[in-house]
């Protein structure tokens, strides 16, 4: 039945995007495949007794995995939904209301994304530590509260700092949608007599629920595997989460093996999330909001809350960027911190810890080669991540759901696991140690992010609009460029900009498989995160976010280039 | 891309998919040596080779002597390390601090390529020993402090033995052992007065301290636990250990994965009392300025960073000159400049024991092999029944 499905599909000329996205999933599935056949070896690295289930018995006897696994699902789920949600209502704010400085707060919650999440960390640790924090200082000197009323290291402040993170990606995956919108579907409402906030609680959001789970998904299996907050944040408060233990096992015990056992586990959930995902979304059509109706985005006037909708724009654009980028300056500009020093920062400054970041010479060295792969990792994996969603969605081919399963697959693992995938793979070929290797690890690692954005958006475009083509014997690359392509645009260009930010200052995957001899992006930048020396690392941080920030806005605003909109 | 050149490639990587097992059969001895220091610990070191110490000064004689071997066996090594032409090291240092060494032997070595890769313990130990299970001749030296005896425990690193070990502080006889990784006891110095401080490192777990002190994990492969260690081979005495362990873990205080980030902390006034610092870091920031200072009467624990070679090494010559280069005065000089503590008896610098703690201080050496090889194990056996049980 599916083969002779698969066939008919073929002829109705599916044959490319079924192949690309057949390639696209080897190359995805391999290193999957890889690091998934070493769980089920023991012993460590160096020597290996193949085939046997030792580590996974080791995985299932940890008694110490349920509460582990406990905080990390509080705190990938909390963080995913304030990011998603947040995400979600800037992206509803800016897209559907008449916010005042339009062209300034489209853009304000994408800065945020600019700043790496552990630039962020540390931030937050100056703000909010319990007894050092700038925030509970504040309030004990002018307040004369004595008691810690912030805690960074607590699950709380776990959730806030990672969840505020989360903000940009859910920006992004919703704003097309909202931009995208068919009017009917709203005015049918108002013609009912629905008022503007039930029409958009009953018939908006609820439309946007495939582009929202999708970042949610995203947001959560980032969280779940994210590595800096729970280390930085969660173990000086007693707060074990769950991947601690893959790293423990590759950091303490050199065993690929039993890492990978334990991240069968984030696998586990993931594929569980994503079965989540693809039951939500099976009835596609329920959610397309763009039909062959033609659609134009209808601006809801807000009246006077529209000064509370830009307070909230603002407000976000403070705690996601203007307040933790302040403090790294001030952290950079004195000789150390603590909160008296923070305090009297004008009459101890000094810029030593620029000077020491800028003599390093490999600070603009590995620049060029990340530029120019993080642009071409970018612009692949959105094309073969649309192609792979079309395939899903618009071929006929059948069991392309499997795709949706392979092409998130590698988000399940943490990058250092996935890594060594790779480094198994391509050692003792030509690929090792070039280029190419590092292109395809990058490819491998940020596939999903390009994938999921295409799927969410995708599901949001009526199969009228192709159907109308493929009646008029559009091939599938007439259906693909002219009618698919064009409708993705705003969604194309946001997981664009995200790839290419993520790629670029991308250190974890990276790392295996650069050659020695060869800088690949801002090393020293990021070393200074990784060794811990704050002072040194703020300023490279703020120099790096200066760098960036003026090429975004010479590029929107000189350039005219939209990341979104 | 040809044609041709993708099907071989293909071909590799499938080869690879399938026949990675059959690496594993040459690491057999490696596995022999773990299993036989979880057993026994003190044979497994003895066979190992072991590290040795020499806490007093090393004499002019030594000096001389071991100028003259060095003399001697560069004279040796540099023709054939020439012919080589290529040094890869892999490297948990700084990456200025690689550029700055690889450039200076460069220099006093000129027809030697010197490049280099950086990463992470861990991810040096994964790369390493990915190469080496796919046979691949690929790097010469690793340079670092955790990651050179575990890939030796695996059987990737080739036996050496300096000939300049007369003067090392640490000497490993199968490893040159080029820097020391110092671990202080730090504080606060607004946070705590110096006459409240703890006099050793056994009474940082007085009940007094709780609430000022933070810890590095002990249950990772950080300075807390090859303190630990140190402490364990220096007392000789289970009851004493596990009752230090006992009364740390009583304070019930935060413990950070993080050694820099919770020295941070403690700078931030946090806390007040940092167990432990790196040396190099606290005079740093006491050079600074920073409200911080080390306890003058805790020993210091001395750890060592050793330059492994390669098992597979494609240049083993430029390797060993490499080794011998970095113990020389010069490459101690160099070693120094960029901060890092120097290996040798014999060289004064401000971050040296003397210079730090005075002519009497006994360090702490972290020489139990069966700790270094397997920090897991060690940790499984030694401290994990009473920090977690």
């Known amino acids: 039945m599916t083969w002779k499905a698969n066939r008919l599909a073929l002829r109705q000329g599916s044959l490319f995007p079924l192949c690309a996205s057949t390639v696209a999933g080897i190359v995805i599935i391999t290193p999957v495949l890889v690091i998934m056949w070493r769980s089920f070896t023991s012993g460590k690295m160096g020597f290996t007794v193949d085939l046997n289930v030792t580590n996974y018995l080791r995985v299932f006897a940890d008694k110490d995995i349920w509460p582990m696994l406990n905080n990390s699902l509080v705190y990938a789920g909390g963080s995913a939904l304030l990011g998603t949600g947040l995400g979600g209502l800037l992206a509803w704010i800016v897209a559907r209301t008449n916010t005042p400085g339009k062209g300034l707060v489209e853009l304000m919650p994408l800065y945020p994304l600019l700043m790496p999440p552990i630039m962020k960390n540390i931030a937050w640790i100056l703000l909010l530590a319990p007894k050092s924090g700038i925030l509970n200082g504040m309030l004990e000197q002018f307040l004369g509260i004595t008691y810690p009323v912030f805690n960074a290291f607590s699950m709380a402040g776990m959730i806030w700092t990672f969840g505020i993170a989360c903000v940009p990606l859910g920006y992004l995956f919703l704003l097309p949608v909202f931009l995208s919108f068919d009017p009917s579907l709203e005015e049918s409402a108002y013609i009912a007599g629905s008022r503007p906030v039930h029409t958009m609680l009953k018939i908006t959001f609820p439309l946007a629920l495939p582009a929202f789970i999708s970042a949610f998904v995203l947001n959560f299996l980032r969280a779940l595997r994210s590595f800096e907050t729970p280390v930085l944040q969660g173990t000086p408060g007693n707060i074990k989460v769950f991947v601690s233990r893959v790293y423990d096992s590759m950091a303490l015990e050199f065993n690929t093996g039993l890492a990978t056992a334990y991240s069968v586990v984030l696998v586990i959930l993931s594929i569980i999330t994503l079965y989540f995902y693809v039951r939500a979304t099976r009835f596609s059509e329920r959610y397309a909001t763009i039909t062959g109706k033609g659609y134009r985005v209808r601006v809801i006037d807000i009246g006077p809350w529209k000064y509370v909708t830009f307070a909230a724009v603002c407000l976000y654009f403070l705690a996601g960027i203007a307040i933790p980028f302040v403090v790294l300056i001030v952290v950079s500009i004195i000789p150390y911190f603590d909160y008296e020093t923070f305090m009297t920062f004008p009459s101890h400054m000094g810029l030593n810890n620029y000077r020491t970041v800028l003599r390093h010479a490999s600070f603009l060295n590995g620049l060029r080669n990340s530029v120019l792969l993080s642009v071409v990792i970018a612009v692949v994996t959105v094309f073969v991540g649309i192609v792979m969603a079309f395939t899903i969605h618009r071929t006929r081919a059948v069991g392309t759901k499997i795709f949706e399963f392979i092409g998130t697959l590698p988000l399940a693992f943490p990058p250092l696991v996935l890594s060594v995938g790779l480094v198994i793979i391509f050692v003792g070929t030509p690929l090792y140690n070039s280029l190419w290797a590092l292109g395809l690890g990058l490819f491998v690692a940020y596939f999903p992010y390009a994938f999921r954005n295409a799927s969410g958006a995708i599901v949001n475009i009526h199969k009228e609009l192709d159907e109308a083509a493929w009646v008029h014997g559009a091939r599938w690359r007439h259906v693909f460029f002219k009618v698919t392509l064009p409708i993705l645009k705003p969604a194309v260009g946001g997981a664009l900009f995200y790839i290419f930010i993520e790629a670029i200052r991308n250190v974890d995957v990276a790392v295996l498989l650069t050659a020695p001899g060869l800088e690949y992006g801002p090393v020293t930048l990021f070393e200074y995160f990784r060794v811990g020396q704050w002072a040194e690392a703020a300023a490279g941080g703020v120099i790096y976010l200066i760098i960036l920030i003026v090429a975004v806005s010479v590029a929107k605003f000189a350039f005219k280039m939209k990341f979104s909109l | ?389």
């Not at chain 2, 490192?201 to 007094?208: L, R, Y």
């Open chain 2, 1 to 389: 891309m040809q044609w041709n050149t993708m099907m071989v490639m293909a071909i590799a990587l499938s080869a690879n998919l399938f026949f990675a097992p059959a690496f594993s059969a040459e690491k057999a001895p490696a596995k022999e040596t773990v299993k036989e220091a979880a057993k026994a610990p003190a044979a497994a070191a003895k066979k190992a080779g072991g590290q040795q110490v020499k806490s007093e000064a090393a004499s002019a004689t030594a000096t001389a002597k071991a100028a003259k071997a060095y003399a001697q066996v560069s004279a040796e090594l540099y023709p054939k390390a020439k012919q080589e032409g290529n040094l890869i090291v892999y490297s948990v240092w700084d990456v200025e601090h690689l550029r700055v060494i690889t450039e200076a032997f460069m220099k006093r070595y000129p027809g030697i390529k010197a490049t280099f890769w950086q990463g992470r313990n861990p991810e040096i130990v994964t790369r390493a020993l990915t190469e080496f299970q796919g046979g691949q001749a690929s790097f010469d030296v690793v340079l670092s402090d955790n990651a050179p005896p575990v890939i030796r425990a695996a059987g990737g690193i080739m036996d050496y033995n300096t000939v300049q070990r007369d003067v090392l502080y640490l000497h490993d006889p199968n490893m040159a052992t080029v820097s020391l990784q110092i671990q202080a006891l730090a504080f606060n110095t607004k946070k705590i007065k110096p006459a409240d401080l703890p006099k050793s490192w056994e009474e940082v777990a007085s009940p007094k301290y709780k609430g000022m002190i933070a810890l590095d994990d002990p249950m990772r492969a950080g300075p807390l636990s090859s303190m630990l260690s140190g402490l364990k081979t220096q007392w000789k005495d289970d009851a004493r250990f596990n009752n230090f362990l006992r009364n740390l873990k009583a304070l019930g205080v935060p413990v950070h994965k993080s050694t820099s980030a919770m020295f941070r902390l403690v700078i931030s006034g946090e806390y007040a009392i940092c167990m432990p610092a790196l040396l190099h870091d606290v005079m740093e920031e006491m050079h600074k300025g920073t409200p911080v200072g080390y306890v003058k009467t805790v020993p210091p624990v001395v750890f060592p960073r050793q330059a492994g070679i390669y098992a597979k090494s494609p240049n083993p010559n430029a390797a060993k000159l490499f080794a011998e280069w970095l113990i020389s005065d010069e490459g101690q000089k160099t070693t120094d400049s960029i901060g890092r503590e120097t290996s040798r008896n014999d060289f004064k610098s401000k971050t040296s024991i003397e210079s730090a703690y005075g002519k009497n201080m006994k360090p702490l050496p972290v020489i139990d092999q069966f700790f270094l090889e397997d920090p897991k194990a060690w940790l499984d056996k030694f401290v994990k029944p009473i920090w977690e049980g």
